[in-house]
Structures are given as C-alpha cells and as structure tokens.
C-alpha cells in the first residue's frame, strides 16, 4: 500500500505538471487516458496495488488540476471521462449479461462438490452479509459524527474568540505578515470545520440510508474476473459476485428511493446554497476588482474599457440596446481582453484560497468553478483567435 500511495503521487504530480506545458486540448485529453496505466503498471512490477495506485493518481490530478491547468482543458477532459465512464459502466454490464450463461456452464464442468445452483445460494447468502456488515461498520460511524457535532458546538464559542482576537491584536508585529497569515488561515480552517460539522447535520435517517446505500456493481464483478486461472473454484466465485451485485443493485437500489421518502430525509437546503454562493462570488468580485484598479492605474487604461471590464465580469442578462453599441476598435479589444483574463485569474486564485480555507462547501465551490471555467475558456478562445487574425 505504502509503494502504491508514493506511486500514485509521483505519478499524478508529473501527469498535472507535464500536461501543464500543452496548449493542445486533444492532446492533454488524450495523454489523461494513458494516465491510468502509467501508474498501474509500475505499481504491479513493485509487487504493490495497481488499483490502488491509480486511484491515488487520480486524487493527486483533481488536486492539482485547477491549479495548473487550463479551463478549456479541464472542461473537456471533465466532459471526455464522464462519457467514457458512461460507456465502460454500460460495457461492463453488458459484459456481465453476455458472460453469464457461458459462467454458469463453466460453473457445472468444473463443480468439484459445488455447483452452479449451490455457488447462487451461497452468493445470496454473501449480498445478505455484506449488507448486515456495512450496516453494523455505519453505526459506529454515525456516533462518531454525532460526537463530533457536540465537540464543535462546545468549540465554537471559544473559536469565535480567537477570530475576534485576531482581528483586534496585531500580530503581524510581534510575529510578522507570512505567521499571521498562517494563523488567520488556521484559524479559518478549525471555524469551518466547526461550522460544517454544526450546519451538516448527520442523524440516525442518513445513518439509515448511507447504511442501505451499500449497491454492489461493475468494481465487484471487475475484481472477481482478475482472479488467476488457477484459482481453485473460480467460476463459482466470480459467479457469487455476479449474484451479489445483481442482488444489492435490485434490492438497495430499487428501494432507495422508497427508503428516503419514507424516513423523510431533508435534501439540500437551496436558501443556504443561494447564500454560499452570493458569499462566494462576492469574494472573488473583491479580489478581481483590486486586480482591475490596479492594473487600470498602472498601464493608465482608458476608463471605458475598465468601465465594461467591471461590468462584463458580473453575470448578467443582455439588455435591450446591447447590440446597438458601437464596436471596439482591435487595439480596444485586445486591451479589453488582457483586462477581462486578468481579473479571471484573480477570481480564480481566490477561489483556490477559498477552497483551501474549507469555508465553502463542495457544491458552491465546483459550481463557482465550473461558471469560471466556462467564461475563461471562451475568453481564452476569443483571445486566441483574435491574436491569430493579427498576425
């Protein structure tokens, strides 16, 4: 585990620092394909988890990806893998329908005491225990949650006490600029923390549902088929695996959804999402527009364009009489466009530093990044294609 966990690293950082270097959005989605097998591959010649490996890769990439690479990139290797997990899940299955006639066949010639029928009562009998096993490993998990919720309600006041002290005393005297921003940053993060574990309440319904949430499907199938041929009992195995994910998947996850309704389990609150998100798009607004009156005073730019850079950089729906405007010159546009990248970029930086401080959740974060993706890849495109008309 240790070799694959340092496989997997190395792996990922070089895959995101490498592919950072392209301007080729086919290429950098392609060489994403052969990522997996990069670091598989090494992983088995050590005797370590490729599986392992790979998943580790992965974590490290999305990590990394929206530091160092391009929008257009991201958007569409995001697009590219979400439809080729589409199609290996479907083949998957596909697979496993066309191969279990030939599994149960297999399953009868080489019995040795135990047969096709017997291999699916005993598969039975596994998607039963796997289920009961998952729900006693939740239990425990959801009173842990809930201590930790009591923990950070007894943290929180003394918490606030800290940010109210830090932001009345001077540290940057006593400790210097780069410590207090490291204690601010800290303390940002416990807050969050704090703050997380009181507003995303877990009770005994999500300890239910995450309990019956347990669908076996392609990953047990997959990894029953890379048994060695010699395995003893081979078919019958994979043979209970085919019956245990069939069983979780009709079973859990037909009755889901019978299940939530039933206990009532609240869904996302949208008022709370609306506020992250106005919070959120408010901070990176600040941080854009520090970086567009700073550069509009350096390079002494004309107000107009900084005017419709400040304006353009908010969403907003085309009024009546946009299209009458009077159309930039190319020296005024290109300004316009190095202005609008800038303070892309800083909206960007600051949504990195947002998601390092943990003050947002997960949702408002990547809907934030996907809207900040999408413009920047257009401005991008605009920019490329204006500078080749140019030249």
Same mark, same amino acid.
């Given at each position: ?9 190395v ?9 950072a ?15 997996p097998?990069v670091?598989?591959?090494p992983?088995?010649e ?17 990590h ?12 569409g ?12 899940e479907?083949?998957?299955?596909l ?5 279990l ?8 010639t ?17 998607a ?49 600029t780069r ?5 601010e ?14 507003t995303e ?18 990953i047990?199938?997959?990894?029953? =088929?890379?048994? $060695? ?7 019958? *195995?994979i #043979?209970?695996?085919? /019956?245990? @994910? %069939?069983?979780t998947?009709l ?45 509009a ?5 004309d ?21 009458? =405007?009077?159309? $930039? ?7 316009? *466009?190095? #202005?609008?990248?800038? /303070?892309? @970029? %800083? ?20 809907d ?17 294609r204006?500078?080749?008309d140019?030249?």
């Amino acid at each position: 585990m240790v070799i694959a966990v340092v496989v997997g690293v190395v792996v990922g950082v070089v895959n995101v620092k490498v592919r950072a270097l392209l301007d080729d959005t086919v290429l950098n989605a392609a060489i994403s394909f052969v990522v997996p097998f990069v670091a598989y591959v090494p992983a088995e010649e050590f005797d370590a988890s490729g599986v392992l490996a790979v998943v580790v890769t992965g974590l490290v990439t999305g990590h990394l990806a929206p530091r160092l690479l391009r929008a257009q990139d991201r958007l569409g290797e995001e697009m590219n893998w979400r439809t080729l997990a589409f199609l290996l899940e479907s083949a998957i299955f596909l697979l496993m329908g066309l191969s279990l006639k030939t599994l149960i066949d297999e399953a009868h010639t080489h019995a040795n005491g135990m047969g096709a029928w017997r291999a699916f009562l005993y598969g039975l009998a596994l998607a039963g225990f796997v289920i009961v096993v998952r729900m006693v490993f939740v239990a425990p998990l959801v009173a842990m949650v809930r201590r930790d919720e009591r923990k950070a309600a007894a943290a929180k006041p003394f918490m606030e006490g800290w940010q109210k002290r830090l932001a009345t005393f001077d540290f940057a005297d006593r400790f210097g600029t780069r410590k207090k921003e490291r204690i601010e940053r800290r303390v940002a993060r416990v807050g969050a923390d704090i703050e997380f574990r009181l507003t995303e309440t877990f009770g005994w319904r999500g300890g239910v549902v995450l309990a019956w949430s347990g669908m076996r499907g392609a990953i047990t199938v997959a990894a029953a =088929q890379t048994l $060695p041929e010699d395995t003893p009992y081979r078919p019958q *195995l994979i #043979l209970m695996a085919f /019956v245990v @994910a %069939a069983a979780t998947l009709l079973l859990q996850g037909l009755s889901l959804p019978a299940v939530i309704r039933t206990l009532k389990v609240p869904g996302d609150d949208p008022a709370r999402l609306r506020k992250e998100c106005v919070e959120l798009v408010a901070r990176l607004s600040n941080a854009a527009s520090d970086v567009l009156d700073e550069k509009a005073m350096r390079d002494d730019i004309d107000p107009q364009i900084v005017s419709q850079v400040r304006e353009d950089s908010l969403i907003r729906p085309i009024r009546p009489g946009d299209e009458q =405007q009077p159309r $930039p010159t190319p020296e005024a546009h290109q300004v316009y *466009l190095r #202005l609008r990248l800038a /303070v892309m @970029a %800083a909206e960007h930086t600051a949504l990195l530093q947002a998601r390092a401080d943990g003050t947002f959740s997960a949702r408002a974060l990547n809907d934030t990044q996907h809207i900040l993706d999408l413009e920047e890849a257009r401005l991008q495109h605009v920019s490329d294609r204006t500078g080749g008309d140019q030249e």
